[in-house]
């Protein structure tokens, strides 16, 4: 049974996925970025850093593990350019970080039909990440609610009674509109017929 597996299948049978899954991997891999749809690289991203992990332990095991290794990623990839250059140039690059090896940037709809577009591309070994601000703990108490409201009532409170001003001496200084006088006439509705 297949309850609770419905994660990226992208609408086509196994076989197909694999396949699919086999070519964007390969391209990313020797163009270092790709751009497709939004579902396709998110299903891509851990069909990649699987593969780029198997790599990462290539490196630091013994030749015939490295061989082992190698050959589970062409079973996966099916690309031996792909897999060699992954193994042999690229992997310098992400040993050092602990997962994460790529990113998707979404760069809006297609024009046929628009589908939402992403970029998925390896990151580079210089990049760091985002980075997030962290909340110190601070010993200041921040203040409570009620006395905030306060403060920005008393601020907001002189101007709006100078604009309440402004509008009275310029109503004063002006006689009314034709537009803002009330007329004897009320225009009838067209439906109304008495």
Do not use: C, W
């Not at 990649?48 to 332990?57: D, G, P, Q, S």
């Not at 703990?137 to 921040?142: C, F, I, Y």
């Not at 907001?156 to 604009?163: G, K, L």
């Amino acid at each position: 049974m297949r309850h609770r597996k419905h994660r990226h299948t992208l609408g086509v049978t196994k076989e197909h996925r694999h396949a699919k899954l086999a070519n964007l991997a390969a391209a990313l891999f020797l163009h270092g970025r790709i751009e497709t749809t939004v579902s396709k690289a998110k299903a891509l991203r851990p069909f990649a850093e699987r593969i780029i992990t198997l790599a990462k332990e290539a490196q630091n095991s013994t030749p015939e593990r490295a061989v082992y290794l190698r050959r589970q990623a062409l079973a996966r990839v099916r690309h031996p350019e792909a897999v060699r250059m992954l193994f042999s140039e690229r992997v310098a690059e992400f040993l050092n970080r602990p997962g994460g090896y790529t990113r998707i940037y979404k760069i809006g709809p297609r024009v046929g039909d628009a589908a939402e577009m992403a970029l998925i591309a390896l990151i580079e070994a210089s990049d760091e990440g985002y980075s997030r601000k962290r909340r110190s703990k601070s010993t200041a108490k921040p203040k409570p609610a009620a006395e905030e409201g306060a403060d920005a009532a008393t601020e907001s409170a002189p101007a709006v009674s100078d604009a309440a001003t402004a509008t009275e001496e310029d109503s004063a200084s002006e006689p009314p509109s034709a537009e803002e006088t009330p007329s004897d006439e009320t225009p009838e509705s067209p439906g109304k017929k008495e």
